[in-house]
């Protein structure tokens, strides 16, 4: 238990308080003198030395905060499980996964032969249904239908399309997070 401080501690204290309040900052100036020229602290090294790097300097070394967790693009098996069921059909078989989110679509669906498939395959959800533009080229944005493999751009987005939010929940029961570029 703290004991109790008489009155003159207490004034004493209330002193010291309003005087740090009234004090100034001691100022350092970012300048120093060199033959009669102001020069910046930083550009003042020698040849020997030579300049600090600009990561040590404006970072203090720091590659990122403490604690921060650096993003990583999410990857179908270790971040996500891709979907069963073809987006276009419903139904299961051998189907083509996406390679940048849980959609699964057999080819007959999609509309191409397994010869023009390449080494990595986007579903229809990252291009406009109608524009054919990708997220970045639409203004940040594609608007995913949640039951079928159509995307909108905010320009051709159907005037009846009912609004689900960030995530498709059939998504996240496979463990695929929000990504800022879509909607449902």
């Keep these: 238990p703290r004991e109790a401080t008489s009155v003159y501690e207490a004034i004493e ?8 309040g009234r004090s100034q900052r001691e100022r350092t100036s970012r300048f120093i003198d060199v033959d009669g ?14 300049e600090r790097s600009v990561f040590d300097s404006e970072l203090h070394g720091r590659s990122r905060r403490p604690g ?15 979907s069963s069921l073809c987006q276009a ?4 078989g051998d189907v083509v996964c996406c390679d940048h989110c849980p959609v699964v679509m057999h080819l007959q669906c999609v509309g191409i032969a397994e010869s023009e498939l390449g080494s990595t395959w986007s579903c229809p959800h990252h291009k406009c249904h109608l524009c054919g533009r990708k997220a970045h080229a639409a203004g940040g ?11 909108f751009c905010e320009d051709h987005l159907p005037a009846d399309a009912e609004m689900v939010g960030a995530e498709c929940e059939r998504f996240v029961k496979l463990g695929f997070e929000a990504v800022k570029q879509a909607a449902y």
């Design 13 to 20: 204290l209330g002193l010291a308080v309003e005087a740090l």
């Design 37 to 50: 020229d102001l020069v910046l602290k930083i550009n003042n090294y020698s040849l020997n030395e030579g």
């Design 68 to 82: 921060e967790a650096q993003r990583t693009r999410q990857a179908a098996g270790r971040d996500y499980e891709n």
């Design 89 to 92: 059909c419903w139904q299961g």
């Design 141 to 151: 944005l594609l608007f995913r239908c949640s039951e079928c493999p159509k995307a």
